[in-house]
């Protein structure tokens, strides 16, 4: 059992920075890789980014590549995004997930556990 913990976000203008971090419990976390996806209001979830085991592998949406940088720290069982240029349409809830299949990285039901999710709001 995985259990995650977001944090991190909050209330920014347009073109600033947040750095979320994803917490996991347990002592397996170098077994799963690690994904962010978000869920704007009335859509459903989308990938975001994701790296594998050791962090030596990344993938990002298009929406995001070049802004945002996902990382992973094993001795602190801690997954962050850093978001960068951050635009309107990023707000959303942001949720990080722990899956054993990073061959579907980008694919919502691959996912094992999930955290309970951050709010992102950016405005003008």
């Known amino acids: 059992q995985v259990q995650l913990v977001e944090s991190g976000g909050g209330l920014v203008q347009i073109g600033g920075s947040l750095r979320l971090s994803c917490a996991a419990s347990?002592?397996?976390?170098?077994?799963?890789?690690m994904g962010w996806f978000r869920q704007a209001p009335g859509k459903e979830r989308r990938f975001v980014a994701a790296i594998n085991y050791n962090g030596q592998s990344t993938y990002y949406s298009d929406s995001v590549k070049g802004r945002f940088t996902i990382s992973r720290d094993n001795d602190k069982n801690t997954v962050y995004l850093q978001m960068n240029t951050l635009k309107p349409e990023d707000t959303a809830v942001y949720f990080c997930?722990?899956?054993?299949?990073?061959?579907?990285?980008?694919?919502?039901?691959?996912?094992?556990?999930w955290g309970q999710g951050t709010q992102v709001t950016v405005s003008s």
């Open positions: 997930g722990a899956t054993r299949n990073f061959g579907r990285y980008y694919y919502d039901p691959a996912y094992d556990y």
């Open positions: 347990g002592r397996t976390f170098t077994s799963f890789a």
